[in-house]
């Protein structure tokens, strides 16, 4: 019996320690362009921890995640790191593209439509 529950104890404490490698994700970002870039509008505190029960898994927003690297930001290098409001590695299309809903304007729309509460006006996010 008292191996059982010090093997027990011992797996208990690996998955904690494994847990605690691979981190959690943050509650809360501040969505702001990558340097160099100039926004129209004031930086997004985005309530990260809110939309990780509202989506099916986390490639549904960081869509070249493998599931295994480090989650880049959406302005790094090779993602939405382009100015303008055109294409879609514009860092503007990431969050604003209304046609699809990997993006938040995109999914917000949609959500709004079902009748789910979701900010789609600029003011609710640019405060």
Same mark, same amino acid.
């Given at each position: 019996?008292?191996?059982?529950?010090?093997? $027990?104890?011992?797996?208990?404490? $690996?998955?904690?320690?494994? +847990?605690?490698? @691979?981190?959690?994700?943050?509650?809360? $970002?501040?969505?702001?362009?990558?340097?160099?870039?100039?926004? @129209?509008?004031?930086?997004?505190?985005?309530?990260?921890?809110?939309?990780?029960? /509202?989506?099916?898994?986390? +490639?549904?927003?960081?869509?070249?995640?493998?599931?295994? @690297?480090?989650?880049?930001?959406?302005?790094? /290098?090779?993602?939405?790191? !382009?100015?303008? =409001? =055109?294409?879609? +590695?514009?860092?503007?299309? /990431?969050?604003?593209? %209304? *046609? +699809?809903?990997? #993006?938040? $304007?995109?999914?917000?729309?949609?959500? &709004? %439509? *079902?009748? =789910?509460?979701?900010?789609? #006006?600029? %003011? !609710?996010?640019? &405060?």
């Amino acid at each position: 019996m008292r191996r059982i529950l010090i093997t $027990l104890l011992a797996l208990c404490a $690996l998955g904690t320690a494994a +847990t605690a490698l @691979a981190g959690s994700p943050p509650d809360a $970002l501040r969505l702001e362009p990558p340097k160099g870039m100039e926004a @129209a509008k004031s930086p997004v505190d985005f309530p990260h921890g809110r939309h990780t029960g /509202a989506v099916a898994d986390c +490639t549904a927003c960081h869509h070249t995640w493998d599931g295994k @690297a480090e989650i880049k930001a959406c302005g790094s /290098a090779g993602c939405h790191d !382009q100015p303008g =409001k =055109k294409g879609e +590695t514009a860092y503007y299309t /990431a969050f604003h593209a %209304k *046609d +699809t809903n990997r #993006s938040c $304007l995109g999914c917000h729309k949609t959500a &709004k %439509k *079902d009748g =789910k509460p979701a900010p789609v #006006s600029c %003011k !609710q996010c640019h &405060k």
